[in-house]
């Protein structure tokens, strides 16, 4: 959830640090902080708010230092102020810690160190740490070897970077269940938990693994387990184009990646599609694919807007390749004991592969035999590495808080799966072409939907000041509807919940009145007449309603207050074109409240705690 930076070279740490964490905003900005050492002697600054307020503090208060640390904070124990913001540190200032993660542990921790004579200032589970690395070093042992035995007292997880004015040569960085790479420049090296962080500097980036320690100098980098092995680490070349994480032109990233989705859905599809075969080629599964198209089921495990993807891939897959598919939040699969055979696969999908709860959910169904696939769009990520074969669907970087781009790319790469799956089953070659040339012309619909923008921003006018609102969908269109309602909640904070259109009739009927907005997604499909009686139901209640309906729809016009017209595609596909209309108008209602759609509160882009 937080972000964390290093920097240890010649030049000047702060405006780097700084540089870093505006762009690891997204993970944090409740407060923030850097630490820096400057001719042995160490000096820090935090504050409440977000990183252009430390970038105002830092010009006004001149902090400078070849070796630094900043954290940007999401925040989990203690509330967001200045206090309880990073680094924190050891009674005599020489020792800086920032930590990314949660210590489980920390309360029995603090209590012994408590009874040692140590003191504390924040509320945070976080400043255990610096503390029990000072109460090693006073033991007589060296930095390293300070952070490596606390580590082994902790549990819970981290992403950490340490540093200390007695030994100002490196940063200690380790990592568990926390994501954190090291960037490899020339004569100086950084240190962050999101590589976005360190692409103005380098393409040289090492990956740390879980139970990791590394001890970064400004001219190398000496990595070892926790139990003190050495690891010869691989030097990765990332290549991000730095235009890919800027707003370009746009007023936010959200708005930037909805209007992205004809390049990012063309992106997921590219190279994918063989039309002569009429099946999918996901390089990220050769060898796998017929143990996927003839698993006994398919569970399919995310979070959030990943889960939402996951109940589409549901209805495709049992649609198309006639496998039974389970859809499981992956924080309620980790927890309970989910019967998975040797002859199950399971599908992990995430954006970020960084979110603590797909982890840790892709790692017990490895324990228990399943095949572990990952559907994830940072290339290199936690999720990614850990899946035994998987897909990326290749959306590019999204920095905005609420997902958008990586949905509809999500959906793009399930229905590639589902089309591999069901060509080696039942699909015929006929059928196959037609899902392709389905698949293959979104880009162009999607484009012709975005073109509608200013129509959509004029019907969000009309209900900013809404309380609550209602959206319904059937069938493919169901998780749509949980999924517009999602976009609208944590970015306008209106209530708003999805639910299956039929299921209105059992209880969120009373709440309908005029002041209660529904959206409801109805294409012309084979369920469209029950939708419409089910729009009959509202009206006749005085609901206002706003309906996601098909261009060559003008049956619906009449019965409602206001439509939203897309493209016709096959069923499969038309969650990834109905969705559209519903991101821009969550979207443009935010704005209208004059909300921050990029930053949420409360919210962080990448959920690396539980
Ligand atoms: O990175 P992931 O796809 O694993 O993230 C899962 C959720 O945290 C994420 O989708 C979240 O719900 C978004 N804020 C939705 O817009």
Redesign the pocket.
């Known amino acids: 959830m937080c972000g964390i930076v290093g920097y240890i070279g010649n030049q000047n740490s702060v405006p780097i640090l700084i540089e870093g964490l505006k762009r690891l905003e997204y993970r944090g900005y409740d407060s923030a902080g850097v630490a820096s050492i400057n001719l042995g002697k160490s000096d820090l600054i935090k504050v409440k708010g977000k990183v252009s307020a430390l970038e105002e503090k830092v010009k006004h208060e001149q902090l400078q230092g070849n070796i630094g640390i900043g954290h940007t904070r999401w925040a989990t124990h203690g509330a967001p102020n200045e206090t309880n913001a990073h680094p924190h540190f050891n009674s005599d200032k020489t020792l800086y810690l920032i930590h990314n993660g949660i210590i489980e542990n920390y309360s029995v921790l603090k209590t012994a160190l408590i009874s040692k004579g140590y003191n504390f200032n924040s509320e945070t589970d976080s400043e255990v740490l610096v503390h029990l690395i000072d109460s090693f070093i006073k033991k007589g042992n060296d930095l390293f070897n300070s952070v490596r035995y606390s580590l082994n007292e902790v549990e819970g997880a981290y992403g950490i970077c340490v540093i200390y004015s007695d030994e100002p040569d490196k940063i200690i960085v380790a990592k568990k269940g926390s994501p954190l790479v090291i960037g490899i420049g020339d004569g100086e090296n950084y240190i962050a938990s999101d590589v976005n962080a360190l692409i103005a500097y380098t393409s040289q980036i090492v990956y740390l693994e879980d139970d990791e320690i590394a001890v970064v100098y400004k001219d190398k980098f000496q990595a070892r387990s926790i139990s003190d092995e050495e690891i010869v680490k691989e030097v990765h070349e990332v290549k991000i184009a730095l235009e890919e994480i800027s707003k370009g032109g746009y007023q936010h990233y959200m708005l930037k990646e909805i209007m992205e989705q004809p390049e990012s859905v063309r992106n997921s599809m590219r190279g994918r599609l063989l039309y002569e075969d009429g099946i999918s080629k996901l390089g990220g599964l050769e060898g796998f694919d017929n143990r996927i198209a003839y698993s006994r089921r398919i569970v399919i495990s995310?979070?959030?807007?990943?889960?939402?993807a996951g109940l589409v891939g549901e209805y495709m897959l049992e649609q198309y390749a006639g496998i039974p598919v389970e859809v499981d939040y992956?924080s309620e699969f980790r927890y309970r004991n989910p019967v998975i055979q040797p002859d199950d696969t399971m599908i992990f999908?995430?954006?970020?592969?960084?979110?603590a709860?797909?982890l840790a959910a892709m790692k017990e169904a490895k324990r228990k035999g399943a095949l572990v696939l990952g559907v994830?769009?940072?290339v290199g990520s936690s999720?990614a590495r850990e899946s035994t074969a998987g897909v990326y669907i290749h959306a590019g970087p999204e920095i905005g808080?609420?997902?958008?781009k990586?949905?509809t790319s999500?959906l793009v790469v399930l229905s590639l799966i589902t089309l591999l799956a069901a060509r080696k089953r039942n699909l015929s070659l006929i059928d196959g072409k037609k899902i392709i040339e389905e698949i293959d012309s979104l880009p162009d619909k999607i484009a012709r939907i975005l073109k509608i923008n200013d129509q959509i921003e004029h019907i969000a006018e009309k209900f900013v000041d809404a309380k609550n609102f209602l959206y319904l969908g059937r069938g493919y269109n169901f998780p749509v509807a949980l999924?517009g309602a999602?976009?609208l909640k944590?970015i306008s904070y209106i209530h708003a919940e999805g639910y299956p259109a039929a299921e209105m009739k059992h209880g969120p009927i009373a709440l309908i009145d005029e002041n209660m907005p529904t959206v409801v997604i109805a294409p012309k499909d084979s369920v469209y007449d029950k939708v419409l009686s089910n729009i009959e139901e509202v009206k006749a209640r005085k609901g206002k309603v706003i309906a996601i309906a098909n261009e060559d729809d003008d049956q619906i016009d009449k019965l409602v207050d206001h439509v939203i017209k897309v493209p016709q595609t096959i069923r499969m596909l038309m969650p990834i074109l109905t969705v559209i209309p519903l991101q821009l108008l969550a979207y443009h209602i935010a704005v209208k409240k004059g909300l921050n759609v990029d930053q949420?509160r409360n919210?962080a882009?990448?959920?690396t705690v539980e």
């Open positions: 995310a979070c959030g807007t990943s889960w939402h992956a999908i995430s954006q970020s592969g960084e979110t709860d797909t994830c769009n940072v999720i808080v609420a997902s958008t990586a949905f999500q999924e999602l976009k944590e949420p919210l882009k990448s959920v």
